[in-house]
Structure formats: C-alpha cells, structure tokens
C-alpha cells in the first residue's frame, strides 16, 4: 500500500477541500459553525504557509485520502496550537493512519514550540475521539480562543511536554 504523508501543496488545495466537505456531508455536520464554512478550505496551501502552521495529506497512488493540519489558536494563548481539519475517507479509516498522522501532527508542533494542542469536534465523531483520547487529549468543559465553529460542542486538550 503506497502511502505518504507529506505536506500540502499548491496543487492539493481543490482535492484537500473536497475530501473535507465530502467528509462532512458523510457525516451529517451543519455546514455553518463547522469547517465547511471556514474561508480557508478553499486556499489550505497559502493558509497552513503561515508561521507555526502546515497541514500535512495522506496520498495513496497518486490520490488524497486524509489530511490534518496545526496552527495557533486563533484568539488564544500563543503557546496553544490547534489540530485542525483531520478528516480522512473511508477507506483511510481503521488503518492506523489517525495514529501517524496524529504524531506527524503534534511533533511539528512541538517542534514549533506549542505547550498544548487543543481541538474542537463533534459529540458523534466517536471513533475520532477515541483516537484523541488514545493520542492523550482530555475533555474541557468549554472552548478556549476563537475558532468560529460554534457548533462544535466537544473541546479537547493535550499537554505537548515530553
């Protein structure tokens, strides 16, 4: 199976948006208050291009079939980062590749210097969280910055130090 993780590039960004709308749909989010909306689904490549960010995709022949990304938290602490937009296709799911790319994900961003990564998702995204929770992320009881996805009720945070 030919799999790599790698950075996002230019050409990525149409396949990256449409992998995490489709994702979505599948999924039954709200469009508005989630990432479907966000302004940057269309333009990852220039918004993840930003200091302390990237995104990172999961290519399988030649095709996107994941991605997740870090950056600051908007409006929060400046030694937060947060995971964002990881989202994969089915047949990405249940083979280990959360697992990488989450660790692909929080060594860039202990690399940068982040203290904590924190995230934002959906109660019903269970197997999401279960990950999360194996990656070592803990529940809050309420958002922290301002990421504009006030539909999403479930708030979690992990401790970067090693």
């Known amino acids: 199976m030919d799999i790599i993780i790698r ?4 050409q990525d960004d149409a396949a990256v948006a449409a992998l995490i709308r489709n994702v979505l749909i599948e999924h039954n989010v709200p469009k508005v208050g ?3 909306a966000d302004a940057s689904l269309d333009c990852m490549f220039t918004t ?17 079939i994941g991605g997740a990304g870090i950056a600051l ?3 929060g602490p400046e030694d937060v980062c947060e995971l964002q937009k990881m989202y994969f296709l ?13 660790e692909e994900c929080l060594e860039f961003a202990r690399s940068e210097g982040f203290k904590f990564c ?19 992320f803990e529940y809050l009881d309420a958002p922290m910055g301002n990421t504009g ?8 945070i992990k401790s970067l130090k090693v």
């Open 7 to 10: 950075k996002i590039q230019p």
């Open 149 to 156: 996805h006030n539909s999403c009720p479930v708030w979690m």
């Open 90 to 102: 089915p047949e990405a799911r249940g083979t280990g590749m959360g697992t990488k790319m989450m």
């Open 34 to 36: 989630t990432a479907y």
């Open 118 to 136: 924190y995230l934002e998702t959906m109660p019903y995204m269970e197997a999401a969280q279960k990950l999360y929770r194996k990656s070592g």
């Open 73 to 75: 938290l908007e409006n």
């Open 48 to 64: 993840y291009s930003a200091p302390g960010a990237a995104y990172f995709v999961v290519e399988k022949q030649g095709r996107l």
